[in-house]
């Protein structure tokens, strides 16, 4: 009996971490056929994806017609419009301050009327269905109707729903061929925060329960069977040995002494956090005040685009600001980076950031997660606002939660910095019930079996 056939879609870097780094495009490929559809972010990653694929090609960026590319924006603005979150808001709100000439402006108004118009279940229907017919005549989705016709997988997944505009021919593509599409919601944050699925997919995997109910809540056309709760491979590596470093040798690579102590800044993206370099030296100088001897360690954002930091790390030797390994192309965690971050959690006693994903990994290692809650002392940051993130759709229940701590301003940060320093242990509790209802029973760590048996099961149950 020959093997089922899966078309697998590598959209974004992010993806070989998860997929490839992991181990299950390698699990996928021992039981069917694996065919890619992935970026190519250099030589050795394409070679390592082509290594575990019968066929293997790029996915390619195509520019859509103007007319699907301002039913795609209006569709977007729509969904934003009728989901309006807290993050929608100031997605909002952002737009019509960028809006910063007449013609803009005008344009944007006449949008958002429109959009408005669009604003619900049935209409966003309406939209999605103008264009999928409208996208046969698309030039990308041609081109992957072709390529799939070469392939005849029974499925295609897509290895993550969101910012993956260079999937999105592709997925058109199945549709108007009837194969049958799953995709990895990518992140916690995303289905309140970003914009609209599309096209609408057969089957999704989330993190957790509470994602698969947002997705129900704000998609009421899809069924509580195309969702599986999974968990998500991008935290196993913290919990895999294999990818642990004894600590006197990881302190030694920071040049921190063997018996040293340090904890983490970790930024965000500076076109949401302007100056957060500002609050950075803020958290240095008030360390130095607390615990002398405790050495700043600052994770910066990967996906900057400029070297935001460039300029504290020259004028303060003090404070250690390591390079970030990733490839630059599509934004692609080199594993080398996954080992150092994951050893970067583990050894640290503490972490500080503005609202960010990795406050749920320093929960999940039992580290003290310390959140910016104020905005750079005498700056104006208009329409951003450091303080907005707490009241996210996401983020807002981490912080009822009492697992993580806001400090409201720099006095706060003092003192929480100087009690969670004298004992880590402190709210551990928290900590503990947060990751034991965000991730059930062994959903943390069981991702990387869970999803590659999914996938398998629905790739043999449309095979023709």
């Not at 939209?127 to 999928?132: N, S």
């Amino acid at each position: 009996m020959s093997k089922k056939r899966l078309c697998f879609v590598v959209p974004r870097g992010e993806v070989i971490r998860n997929f490839l780094y992991t181990g299950i495009l390698k699990k996928l490929s021992n039981d069917c056929d694996v065919h890619l559809i992935a970026v190519t972010p250099n030589k050795n990653l394409k070679q390592n994806l082509e290594s575990i694929s019968s066929t293997y090609y790029d996915l390619e960026e195509f520019r859509l017609s103007y007319t699907h590319r301002y039913l795609l924006g209006l569709l977007d603005l729509a969904h934003n419009k009728y989901m309006w979150s807290q993050a929608a808001k100031v997605r909002w709100t952002m737009r019509d301050v960028e809006a910063n000439s007449l013609s803009k402006r005008i344009k944007r108004l006449a949008n958002k009327n429109i959009a408005k118009l669009f604003a619900q279940p049935k209409r966003l229907k309406v939209l999605e269905r103008l264009l999928y017919k409208h996208s046969i005549n698309e030039y990308a989705v041609a081109h992957y109707i072709d390529i799939l016709g070469k392939i005849k997988p029974d499925f295609i997944f897509n290895g993550s729903h969101s910012h993956s505009k260079n999937a999105y021919p592709v997925i058109q593509a199945a549709k108007q061929l009837g194969i049958k599409t799953g995709t990895f919601l990518f992140s916690w944050d995303n289905l309140t925060s970003q914009g609209r699925i599309i096209p609408p997919y057969d089957y999704y995997f989330a993190w957790n329960t509470d994602i698969k109910g947002d997705l129900l809540r704000l998609y009421p056309d899809i069924k509580t069977n195309q969702i599986f709760v999974t968990g998500t491979p991008q935290f196993s590596f913290h919990f895999d040995s294999k990818y642990h470093i004894q600590r006197e040798e990881f302190l030694n690579h920071l040049g921190i002494p063997s018996d040293g102590k340090y904890i983490i800044y970790s930024s965000g993206m500076s076109h949401h956090m302007p100056y957060e370099p500002e609050v950075a030296e803020i958290v240095a100088d008030i360390l130095k005040k607390v615990a002398p001897d405790v050495h700043l360690v600052i994770r910066t954002y990967a996906k900057d685009k400029g070297d935001v930091f460039k300029e504290l790390k020259a004028r303060r030797k003090d404070i250690i600001i390591p390079e970030v390994k990733w490839e630059k192309n599509f934004q692609t965690p080199l594993k080398e980076d996954q080992v150092f971050f994951t050893n970067l959690l583990r050894h640290c006693e503490l972490g500080v950031n503005v609202a960010s994903t990795i406050s749920l990994e320093l929960c999940m290692l039992n580290k003290p997660a310390i959140n910016i809650g104020f905005n750079p002392p005498g700056r104006d940051i208009y329409p951003y606002d450091y303080t907005r993130f707490y009241e996210f759709d996401h983020y807002k229940p981490i912080v009822q939660s009492k697992a993580v701590i806001v400090a409201k301003n720099t006095n706060e940060l003092e003192n929480i910095l100087a009690k969670y320093l004298e004992n880590t242990t402190l709210d551990q509790q928290f900590r503990e019930e947060l990751i034991s209802d965000f991730f059930p029973g062994n959903s943390l760590t069981s991702a990387v079996e869970a999803i590659p048996e999914i996938i398998l099961k629905l790739t043999a149950t449309h095979a023709d």
